[in-house]
């Protein structure tokens, strides 16, 4: 190796290390004034926190809905979305429900809106041979919802606002259901997961 080569090999591997320390300083100084810290979600804290949802009937499961513009911009939760149980890695949206199988009888969902846009949460049965993201989309970029069994967040159709917690309480009888947004477009980019009630 001639002694220029021997040069820019060492100037490179100074170079890369010269990076990683500053990265390393900067990323310390960043978690001690706090710069990370995002505040957590309305109604996403302990008592006291003043939409935070009541005791609710029954078996609680609790839905996470998403989209890629929260975690683009650091959402309300300030987090970069992970693949997991109940979540559709394909889309740029996605609902997640913990757990994702309940008891029949009384089921209350408490839904935590942590991204960027407003979304909702429509409670469907899921025909046997159906799986979640199968139903077909209409001219609106929305999907019928016979036989739906409750909503989150629809009401007067202004739905779950960023950061926001929405919530409500359904007699479920055992059978799939399949969890989700009905706003135009959502359903197509990835906003369902599939519920069992046993």
């Known amino acids: 190796m001639t002694a220029r080569r021997r040069r820019t090999v060492w100037l490179t591997i100074a170079g890369a290390l010269a990076a990683l320390v500053l990265g390393i300083a900067t990323t310390a100084t960043l978690a001690t004034t706090g710069a990370f810290r995002h505040p957590t979600p309305a109604g996403w804290t302990t008592s ?13 499961v609790d839905v996470t809905v998403d ?4 975690a683009m911009m650091g959402g309300p939760n300030g987090h970069t979305p992970s693949a997991g149980p109940g979540r559709h890695s394909m889309g740029m949206m996605w609902l997640r ?5 309940v008891p029949a009888g009384t089921v209350s969902l408490r839904v935590l809106n942590a991204g960027a846009l407003t979304h909702e949460v429509v409670v469907l049965p899921l025909p046997a041979g159906q799986s979640v993201g199968e139903r077909p989309i209409g001219a609106q970029g929305r999907i019928a919802e016979t036989g739906s069994r409750g909503e989150v967040g629809a009401g007067a159709g ?9 919530w409500t309480t359904l007699t479920l009888r055992p059978g799939r259901y399949e969890l989700v ?18």
């Open 158 to 166: 202004d739905g779950i606002t960023s950061g926001a917690m929405a």
């Open 48 to 60: 006291g926190a003043r939409c935070s949802p009541p005791a609710l009937p029954g078996h609680v």
């Open 97 to 101: 429900a913990t757990p994702s199988t």
């Open 181 to 198: 947004c009905n706003l135009p477009g959502h359903y197509a980019a990835g906003m369902y997961t599939e519920l069992d009630v046993r």
């Open 67 to 70: 989209d890629m513009m929260g």
